[in-house]
T-cell receptor, first 113, second 113 residues
């Protein structure tokens, strides 16, 4: 089954404790992206990747890192999480941009205390 | 830069009534336009997309949207609401040749029995 898998589904952590949210897709997609969803703000892009070893900042990259060492994986790293990073995070992938739809993971609800 | 405006963060309709969710966009070049739906505790799923082939686009679950260039609009409609349509709906724009999808802030649809 074609899918984007995110882990964990829920995560509670404390300020400053490094964490990684994993994202994996099994569709051989070139394009992958991370979004955060906050009430009243919709989805805002954090980082995206056009292919292996090619990443770029989205609208709200501060406090986040990503890497794309393999085509299928695109982890999101919070080196020193802060309470303002409490949010619902989504990973998405696509064959390429230009009219193709995004496939979304089920989301990761992160709470930073 | 592109942007999307969704009028009405919450819309309530009676079961069987017309659903109309509004979306206006701005883009410096001809865009691709999308409507995504998010059911509770799930990721986003594509409802329909406009890629310049036809101005009236039909999607899944009886939804359709019409691209109106003169009004820079891409409103989503469904003739008769069903209880299962209760969800949050997001409009998104991708300017042609660009790599960034911009989402609106979302509209929560409530269907009243």
């Amino acid at each position: 089954e074609a899918q984007v898998t995110q882990n964990p589904r829920y995560l509670i952590t404390v300020t400053g404790k490094k964490l990684t949210v994993t994202c994996s897709q099994n569709m051989n997609h070139e394009y992958m992206s991370w979004y955060r969803q906050d009430p009243g703000l919709g989805l805002r892009q954090i980082y995206y990747s056009m292919n292996v070893e090619v990443t770029d900042k989205g609208d709200v990259p501060e406090g986040y890192k990503v890497s794309r060492k393999e085509k299928r994986n695109f982890p999101l790293i919070l080196e020193s999480p802060s309470p303002n990073q409490t949010s619902l995070y989504f990973c998405a992938s696509s064959t390429r941009l230009g009219g193709e739809k995004l496939f979304f993971g089920s989301g990761t609800q992160l709470s930073v205390l | 830069a592109q942007s999307v405006t969704q009028l009405g963060s919450h819309v309530s309709v009676s079961e069987g009534a017309l659903v109309l969710l509004r979306c206006n966009y701005s883009s410096s070049v001809p865009p691709y336009l999308f409507w995504y739906v998010q059911y509770p505790n799930q990721g986003l799923q594509l409802l329909l997309k406009y890629t310049s082939a036809a101005t009236l686009v039909k999607g899944i679950n009886g939804f359709e949207a019409e691209f109106k260039k003169s009004e820079t609009s891409f409103h989503l409609t469904k003739p008769s609401a069903h209880m299962s349509d209760a969800a949050e709906y997001f409009c998104a724009v991708l300017p042609g040749g660009y790599q960034k999808v911009t989402f609106g802030t979302g509209t929560k649809l409530q269907v009243i029995p």
